[in-house]
């Protein structure tokens, strides 16, 4: 693993103090050497109208070639009822347009869920799975991430309090790299 991986991370929520942008920082400082975790926002991307997508804004334009640029892709979500946040499917559908020029295609890919709850975002993650399939993205299927309880888990400077999920999330991140060897 001497090689670094550019990774495009992407979070479901726009909220600026949210547990999702948390928990991104975080694993970038969690991250082992050979990966490079970025955050690539979303929050100016104009929804998705096939319509425009001929005549991109340069805020799509930016998106798509930021995804396009990394050699993989990490989504990090919250759980809006059972299902991914409206801002993130827009966000993915919009990288995966027209047709034939997805800047998702072939980008191997992870997905971390955090919620208040105990559960974890199991919905959220499981149908963003189901959402990365279409559009061709390779989705590490072990270890899982349903991280409960977010709202307990950062202190002020957003560091992840409880040591064993920060070992967990360390864990999860050296399979990653291994995901991203194998799949790139």
Do not use: C
């Not at 979070?11 to 975790?37: C, F, I, T, Y």
């Not at 955050?39 to 096939?50: A, M, S, T």
């Not at 005549?55 to 799509?60: F, G, K, L």
């Not at 399979?175 to 991203?180: E, K, M, R």
């Amino acid at each position: 693993m001497s090689k670094t991986y550019n990774v495009a991370v992407v979070v479901g929520s726009l909220r600026k103090d949210s547990m999702n942008r948390k928990m991104a920082q975080a694993l970038a400082k969690l991250a082992p050497e050979s990966l490079k975790l970025t955050i690539v926002e979303i929050g100016d991307l104009p929804l998705f109208n096939q319509d425009h997508e001929g005549t991109p804004t340069p805020a799509v334009s930016d998106f798509k070639n930021k995804i396009k640029s990394a050699n993989a892709v990490l989504f990090v979500t919250p759980e809006y009822n059972r299902s991914v946040p409206g801002v993130l499917k827009n966000a993915i559908d919009t990288g995966s347009r027209p047709y034939g020029q997805s800047a998702w295609s072939g980008k191997p890919g992870a997905v971390v869920s955090v919620s208040p709850g105990a559960v974890g975002g199991f919905g959220a993650n499981h149908h963003l799975r189901q959402v990365l399939a279409s559009v061709n993205v390779p989705t590490m299927p072990q270890p899982e991430a349903y991280i409960g309880n977010g709202g307990k888990l950062f202190d002020d400077k957003g560091d992840i309090t409880e040591p064993s999920t920060a070992e967990f999330l360390k864990k999860f991140l050296i399979a990653f790299d291994l995901w991203i060897e194998r799949n790139i």
